[in-house]
Each structure stands twice: as C-alpha cells, then as structure tokens.
C-alpha cells in the first residue's frame, strides 16, 4: 500500500479506503483503541446493485446477460479488452471474515480479506454467460477504457491467521443468481433503467 501511483480512474476511491485505514491505525496507535481494518476484495451477491449506471462489474454481466437472455438479443457487448484481471468475494464469506478478524485480530495493521484468485473479465463474463444459460455472444468494445490491469490481494496474513473463503466463484455467482426472482427482478430493473 502507498507503494506506487494510485489508478485515475480509481484514485479517489482508493484515496478513501486508505484514508479509513490510515484513521484505524491512528486510533490505535494514538489512543489503544481496538479499531481494526478489513480491507474486502470485489463483493458480490444477494440485493447486489443492478442498475447499469452505478453497478459493479458482475452484477452489471449478470444483469446484461439475463436481459440479452429474455429478449433474444444475439449478443452482449462488454467493455474493454476483456484481459484486466478481478478478485471476487462472495458476501457471505466477508461476513464470516469480519466476524472472525473481530475475535481473533488486534493488530494495527489492515488485513486484506479476499480469495487470493483473480480472473480476467472476459473469462468471468463467459462464466456468468454459462449460468444465465445465454447461447448469444460476447461482443468486446475495445474503444471503451479497461480500468486498472489487475487487483489481486496478498491474503496470506487472513490465510496465516486460520480464515479462508468457502463460496467457490461459480457457486457464489450460482447462488446469487438462482435467488434473483428473475421475472419481477427484470421489471424492477426496467424501472431502476429510466
């Protein structure tokens, strides 16, 4: 961390993650409380945020695939070159990791919460492909920007400490989209579009 230039199109989110764990630390340093920082990978899963505009990277594929899906579109176009590469946690599993970094965690360090496995865009929108069981294809835009190469996360001191993720991708985006009650879901999306 502060190692390197922070992304632009990611620099003031990132600004600000730091910013609350730079506080924890001083917290704890200036004043002993137990304040610690999680600091969570990509999350997804149940009342994700679907609306295009504002969403994330997998609710916003699961989204694009089940419409190309229901309305017979012969393909989804994605952004990008489709080669960044993205970690992904399931938020179940950052729940048990916060509830876990709470009993057994008192450094003034952040501990990173993730898997420690990322995947490219491209290879995460034919994963979400399969299980919306859409058959159209995938269409790059590669005149749209790619965003930051890769964000993978060194877990090995949450690892060391004895917590790992149990939600496998495929099972946590199966999951998630199997408890989406698609037909009044696609309506609610119609309206959170205008």
Same mark, same amino acid.
């Given at each position: 961390?502060?190692?390197?230039?922070?992304?632009?199109?990611?620099?003031?989110?990132?600004i600000a993650k730091i910013a609350g764990i730079k506080l924890c630390?001083?917290?704890?340093?200036?004043?002993?409380?137990?304040?610690?920082?999680?600091?969570?990978?990509?999350?997804?899963?149940?009342?994700?945020?679907?609306?295009?505009?504002?969403?994330?990277?997998?609710?916003?594929?699961?989204?694009?695939?089940?419409?190309?899906?229901?309305?017979?579109?012969?393909?989804?176009?994605?952004? $990008?070159?489709?080669?960044?590469?993205?970690?992904?946690?399931?938020?179940?599993?950052?729940?048990?990791?916060?509830?876990?970094l709470m009993l057994h965690y008192d450094e003034v360090s952040h501990?990173?919460? $993730?898997?420690?496995?990322?995947?490219?865009?491209?290879?995460?929108?034919?994963?979400?492909?399969?299980?919306?069981?859409?058959?159209?294809?995938?269409?790059?835009?590669?005149?749209?920007?790619?965003?930051?190469?890769?964000?993978?996360?060194?877990?090995?001191?949450?690892?060391?400490?004895?917590?790992?993720?149990?939600?496998?991708?495929?099972? $946590?985006?199966?999951?998630?989209?199997?408890?989406?009650?698609?037909?009044?879901?696609?309506?609610?999306?119609?309206?959170?579009?205008?």
């Amino acid at each position: 961390m502060l190692s390197g230039f922070l992304e632009p199109t990611n620099e003031p989110y990132a600004i600000a993650k730091i910013a609350g764990i730079k506080l924890c630390e001083a917290y704890q340093s200036q004043f002993g409380c137990n304040f610690i920082s999680a600091m969570p990978t990509n999350l997804y899963g149940p009342n994700d945020n679907y609306n295009l505009r504002t969403s994330h990277v997998l609710p916003a594929l699961i989204r694009k695939f089940h419409e190309a899906k229901v309305n017979g579109d012969p393909y989804v176009e994605m952004w $990008g070159t489709g080669t960044p590469l993205r970690e992904f946690l399931h938020v179940d599993d950052l729940a048990e990791a916060s509830l876990f970094l709470m009993l057994h965690y008192d450094e003034v360090s952040h501990v990173n919460a $993730g898997t420690g496995e990322d995947l490219t865009i491209l290879a995460l929108a034919q994963l979400i492909k399969n299980i919306v069981d859409y058959t159209g294809e995938i269409r790059l835009n590669t005149s749209k920007p790619d965003g930051t190469p890769r964000k993978l996360m060194d877990v090995s001191k949450i690892h060391a400490l004895g917590w790992k993720h149990r939600i496998g991708l495929q099972e $946590g985006i199966e999951r998630t989209y199997a408890e989406l009650d698609t037909e009044e879901w696609f309506h609610e999306l119609e309206k959170t579009s205008m």
